[in-house]
């Protein structure tokens, strides 16, 4: 069962455009989402993290936006650039009890100048 | 500070053969995870260790797979024998007590053959 559904699985994108990457989650339980950042051969880093309380959430060029109803959440890049290009993972889970991150399966972005 | 730090990087193995992968997870960090990442997905969780303790193991196929981390600090994932499908990114993950955030080691690409 696949608990956190990514799209889409790739993105071109033109320098200076806005990228926008989605997820949907089925567990109401979660209470955290983040988006992490995967370059080839590195470790996925954290971007930008948003908790179920608030809609949206800005941090530069980056921005979570999330829908609690609908149960969906997604991530904007804005003023895309060619160092943007990497793979993004949505994922999702509990606050408390330090629980393991439910990842979707990622997005390659690439940005093209 | 320094980040997570795995080794080997790299290992290259023959089908049936045993392997071992080390982490070091950021100092002061209780909580350790062990995920898997297959070729073109997320990462999916292995194990999770507080402290010393192995609290979610239930993903972790033991009949090959063990892992242990001695003194709550360092640890060590074993695969005993390695099948073909064992082929991926093994990554170590640590996360302080009430944080949110897990930091990725670099991680161990394993290729079965």
């Known amino acids: 069962q696949q608990q956190v559904k990514q799209s889409p699985q790739s993105l071109i994108v033109q320098k200076g455009g806005i990228s926008i990457i989605n997820c949907a989650y089925e567990?109401?339980?979660?209470?955290?989402f983040p988006w992490y950042q995967q370059f080839p051969g590195k470790g996925p880093a954290l971007l930008i993290a948003?908790?179920?309380?608030?809609s949206e959430k800005k941090e530069g060029r980056f921005t979570i936006s999330f829908n609690k109803s609908a149960k969906q959440f997604s991530l904007h890049i804005m003023d895309s650039q060619p160092g943007d290009s990497a793979t993004y993972f949505c994922?999702?889970?509990?606050?408390?009890?330090?629980?393991?991150?439910?990842f979707g399966k990622g997005t390659r972005l690439s940005v093209i100048a | 500070e320094a980040g997570v730090v795995q080794s080997p990087r790299y290992k290259i193995i023959e089908k049936k053969q045993p392997v071992a992968f080390w982490c070091n997870p950021i100092?002061?960090?209780?909580?350790l995870y062990w995920y898997r990442q297959n070729l073109g997905q997320g990462p999916e969780l292995l194990i999770r260790?507080?402290?010393?303790?192995?609290?979610?193991d239930s993903q972790l196929p033991k009949d090959r797979f063990s892992a242990e981390r001695l003194k709550g600090v360092d640890s060590t994932l074993k695969i005993q024998p390695a099948e073909l499908g064992d082929s991926a990114v093994y990554l170590c993950?640590?996360?302080?007590?009430?944080?949110?955030?897990?930091?990725f080691g670099p991680g161990t690409r394993l290729t079965v053959l």
């Open positions: 994922a999702a889970s509990k606050r408390s009890g330090n629980t393991p991150l439910v």
């Open positions: 567990n109401t339980a979660f209470d955290y």
């Open positions: 948003i908790r179920p309380d608030v």
């Open positions: 100092s002061g960090h209780n909580t």
């Open positions: 260790y507080e402290n010393e303790e192995a609290v979610d």
């Open positions: 993950a640590s996360m302080s007590w009430g944080s949110n955030e897990q930091f």
